[in-house]
């Protein structure tokens, strides 16, 4: 099947408009610049009762930012939501809008963590800050007069790699307790042979060649890459991990990986909820107000979250609070 309509539109002007080097072929600081005007596209979000940004510390010493975007003065649950871009990168501002439409169609706070980026930070610094941003999450959102909300993990991505990492360690080390993980296009393995990643098809806003670039600004030493905490694929046990939501794109080079890990997940007992969204390129879930695709899988994420939460729109609309 091929791109759907909007989408085929999409890549038609972003050809037109393309500079003259790949972004495989950037620093990663050009590579920034050349995509941070993405973020115009996706204009304003929902208002919200609340928006906080802070600066949390990492386990270096170091620093990172967090947004929390709060819908209602009573959110019914917590979403830390970790941004893509391949490590490397993407910022809150990028995910304010993306952030702000979770909140306000699901009820629940939203915990935006930009953790530090690679070549500068590379891993495991960006494992260690998403990490800490859910750790924080779970002390200072979810833990809230004298209840504890339901706390989801949430990712896209680069950031839905970290999201799966950060649900085995909260297994591992018995808490948080996750009500759930929503993995969105997931990079779980670094095997360039797979067949989406060969598929001419597939080679649009993120190609073979980037993810190649990624991996190389993320974890340069290819010995690396095997480690669970990298590749969550490669984790030797995945029993006991929290139910998973798992959205795939029909043309991404990252496809056959993510629904390796569905499988490997569903082949441990975990309960998985896996949709393939067909005509949809890797990008299309965080493009905002631009790809039809996203507004329906976002709806799905959101209508799942609800579930968690036990809230219905009726009663997120008699909440809500705008200013």
């Known amino acids: 099947m091929s791109f759907d309509e909007a989408t085929s539109a999409f890549l038609t002007a972003a050809a037109e408009n393309a500079g003259d080097r790949p972004l495989w072929e950037m620093s990663a600081p050009e590579a920034r610049e050349a995509t941070s005007g993405l973020s115009e596209l996706y204009g304003p979000g929902p208002e919200m009762h609340e928006v906080q940004d802070l600066m949390i510390p990492g386990d270096d010493g170091g620093e990172f930012s967090l947004r929390v975007l709060t819908p209602s003065p009573s959110p019914a649950a917590v979403i830390v939501y970790f941004h893509g871009g391949g490590w490397v990168l993407e910022n809150l501002t990028g995910y304010d809008t993306l952030g702000r439409q979770l909140a306000a169609k699901s009820g629940a706070a939203v915990v935006l963590v930009e953790y530090r980026k690679a070549p500068e930070h590379p891993f495991p610094i960006p494992v260690d800050d998403a990490w800490a941003g859910m750790k924080w999450a779970e002390e200072h959102v979810a833990r809230k007069d004298g209840k504890s909300l339901p706390l989801i993990v949430a990712g896209d991505s680069a950031g839905a790699n970290l999201a799966a990492v950060v649900a085995q360690r909260a297994r591992d080390k018995g808490a948080p307790a996750l009500a759930q993980q929503i993995l969105v296009c997931p990079v779980t393995d670094a095997d360039f042979t797979r067949d989406s990643y060969r598929d001419p098809e597939n080679q649009t806003m993120v190609s073979i060649e980037a993810m190649q670039w990624f991996w190389d600004q993320y974890v340069p030493d290819a010995d690396l890459r095997n480690e669970p905490t990298a590749t969550p694929l490669n984790a030797r046990d995945l029993t006991g991990l929290a139910p998973a939501l798992v ?40 493009m905002v107000n631009v790809l039809p695709g996203s507004a329906e899988a976002i709806e799905l994420v959101t209508d799942r979250i609800r579930d968690i939460a036990g809230t219905t729109p009726r009663q997120l609309d008699r909440e809500s609070v705008s200013n």
């Open 247 to 286: 959205i795939t794109a029909e043309h991404d080079v990252l496809r056959d990986e993510g629904e390796a890990y569905v499988e490997a997940l569903r082949n441990a007992g975990v309960d998985v909820e896996h949709h393939r969204w067909s005509g949809q390129m890797h990008t299309f879930f965080s």
